[in-house]
């Protein structure tokens, strides 16, 4: 590879999940590494403009991430991640990732950094990295180095999140678990507003994926024991294993996710005893309908603990 | 002394409803009028025909409530205690008049909700998305192509001897489906019924869609005064589905309740009426969001503003 010293990181999608393990990875074997903005309305916008009408939201905010990079970097790292295992698989947008992003900039004429991953190969996270590293040409001991540090400090990063949300449990506000994709929570623009509005409404927000993930994997193949995808069996296991801890839990997807249609409808079944409410994010830019439909989520959960609305005395 | 009284206002997309309860939650002053998209106006003619029917000499309104979608807008104008959601004002109207109801359907002018009941509290709700069909405006808008008033849809299609198969799950398909009944000599009150069960299905297929219908059933909404629709739920759900006569006022009712509840008082006049009120849409410019921010303007001043998702946005009243 010519030289190459900035790579860009677009914040969206798998960036949510192991954007700072790529960052500190690159950053060990030398190289600058830098992220796109935090997403607002321009960058959805700028990546509605080059994306098919039929993706889904994230996909186009992850579009627009790539133009935020595009000429303040020497290259844009895109993986294509298929997943480990058969049950344990990404959505198919991951595994065209480096080829959609490619096309779509072709005019452009991206340089994309890209390394690839199948739950047929039978590889391990390490061997990726191995290969991610030794294709930017290091030496075999730089990479493990580089991987091992990174992967050490995200794994610390993970075990903080997870005791900090414990913490949040003993809370005296009503806590809601938010039970989405990570790059749908934690995005400024989607899952962040859903956290303003319950924060505006004195609630607390609950995230799946901060939730263990081993156990959460774990608890998914009760859910059940065929369905394809990790991060809905993270999701999935993460809801089952914290119902009993929670006020309330709100399932969010972002239009349209062909995996959340299918897993959500059949958590939603399996969710009993506790008050659920199934939201929808989309591209409308108004924040009433959410509001209303939080409002009323809280309301339930209050007014039951309440014991009833004061109206029948 | 005077006795107390608490009021009510329910501003929906379609229609604004206002009313005027007594300590006992017995209605002393009602209005329903269309909100033709101007919501206050609509709170003002609302306002001026409940302090008609209302009596001064006897009551004082103690407490103020709105809900509806233009909830915040006119709760800012009128200065209500009591500013809260429609589910959660139908639901504490509904069990307030009917305690032992455990589901309640709601169909509006555009949109459609149900309410699951567990000992006098809502325990689950679901709204309709996006999409609008099966819902008052879908009724008007095809009793205008069918060239009958949308009022006299329910006895005519009481009167229709089988319903015409229609497709309600998209307005489009409906119209195309309605026309090519119309075409192939359909009697127009088998098209009507046709119509009517299909809000009726389209509703139990989607906003209703996994949700337990126990008994009793209160339908509640615009729809509900439309009998064709009243009888093809219950055909379709097979247990009877009662209807108030106030179920159009439930939300204004309900909000009346819960400013009474809440214990908030605070001096209401009808002044405002007379108050000009204007709106104001800004592009904040301080950030990509670029959020839209309504502003709320009392004979001038600045009295509210909202839609800013962050606070370099905030535009303060003084």
């Known amino acids: 590879m010519e030289r190459i010293q900035k790579i860009g990181i677009p914040r969206g999608l798998m960036a949510y999940r192991s954007g700072m393990l790529w960052k500190e990875f690159f950053e060990g074997l030398g190289y600058e590494c830098i992220f796109s903005p935090e997403s607002d309305r321009r960058i959805l916008e700028k990546g509605t403009g080059r994306a098919i009408d039929e993706t889904c939201l994230p996909f186009k905010m992850y579009l627009g991430h790539v133009m935020e990079l595009i000429g303040k970097c020497d290259t844009i790292f895109v993986p294509r991640t298929g997943g480990y295992r058969t049950t344990e698989k990404m959505c198919t947008r991951y595994e065209a990732l480096p080829d959609l992003v490619r096309n779509i900039f072709r005019d452009e004429q991206v340089n994309i950094l890209t390394v690839s991953y199948d739950w047929y190969n039978r590889t391990t996270e390490e061997k990726v990295y191995l290969e991610l590293g030794l294709s930017l040409g290091k030496t075999k001991k730089q990479v493990k180095k580089a991987y091992s540090s990174a992967k050490k400090h995200q794994e610390t990063r993970q075990k903080n999140r997870e005791k900090a949300q414990l913490k949040l449990l003993e809370s005296e506000k009503t806590r809601v678990l938010l039970a989405g994709h990570p790059y749908v929570l934690h995005d400024a623009y989607m899952g962040g507003e859903l956290v303003r509005i319950l924060e505006n409404l004195g609630a607390v927000a609950l995230y799946t994926d901060y939730v263990n993930r081993e156990n959460a994997l774990k608890r998914s193949y009760e859910f059940s024991r065929i369905m394809p995808w990790i991060i809905n069996r993270e999701m999935t296991g993460a809801t089952m294993l914290m119902k009993k801890k929670v006020d309330g839990i709100v399932i969010v997807s972002a239009y349209p996710c062909g995996p959340d249609s299918l897993v959500n409808d059949m958590l939603v079944r399996r969710l009993k005893d506790v008050p659920v409410l199934n939201l929808t994010l989309d591209a409308q830019s108004g924040t009433a309908g959410l509001e209303t439909r939080m409002e009323s989520f809280i309301d339930i959960i209050r007014y039951q603990k309440a014991g009833g609305y004061g109206n029948q005395n | ?318």
């Open chain 2, 1 to 318: 002394m005077k006795r107390k009284a608490y009021l009510g206002i329910d501003i929906g997309s379609i229609s604004t409803k206002g009313v005027i309860i007594d300590e006992n939650n017995k209605i002393l002053a009602e209005c329903y009028l269309w909100t033709e998209g101007n919501p206050t106006e609509a709170t003002k003619k609302v306002l001026l025909s409940l302090k008609e029917q209302f009596d001064p000499e006897r009551y004082r309104i103690v407490s103020s409530g709105t809900t509806g979608s233009a909830r915040k807008l006119v709760g800012s104008m009128i200065g209500a205690k009591m500013v809260k959601n429609e589910i959660t004002a139908h639901a504490v109207g509904t069990t307030t008049l009917h305690p032992d109801v455990r589901t309640i359907l709601e169909i509006g002018g555009q949109d459609s909700k149900i309410i699951c009941v567990e000992n006098g509290v809502a325990v689950d709700y679901a709204m309709n998305t996006l999409c609008a069909a099966g819902t008052g405006a879908f009724l008007s808008s095809q009793a205008h192509r069918l060239g009958v008033e949308v009022e006299e849809f329910g006895e005519i299609a009481l009167r229709a001897a089988k319903a015409a198969p229609i497709a309600a799950r998209c307005t489009v398909f409906a119209e195309s489906d309605l026309v090519h009944k119309l075409q192939v000599g359909c009697p127009k009150e088998e098209i009507i019924a046709g119509l009517c069960k299909a809000v009726a299905g389209n509703y139990l297929n989607n906003v209703a869609k996994g949700k337990k219908i126990v008994p009793p059933v209160v339908f509640q909404g615009g729809v509900s005064k439309n009998a064709g629709v009243v009888r093809m739920f219950e055909e379709e759900l097979g247990m009877p589905v009662l209807v108030d006569e106030n179920g159009h006022l439930m939300g204004a009712f309900g909000i009346a309740v819960l400013a009474k509840e809440s214990q908030k008082e605070g001096e209401f006049s009808f002044d405002v009426a007379d108050m000009e009120f204007r709106t104001r849409e800004v592009t904040c410019g301080k950030c990509a969001n670029h959020c839209e921010i309504i502003c709320v303007y009392r004979d001038g001043e600045l009295i509210d503003s909202w839609g800013n998702r962050c606070d370099n946005g905030a535009i303060k009243s003084r």
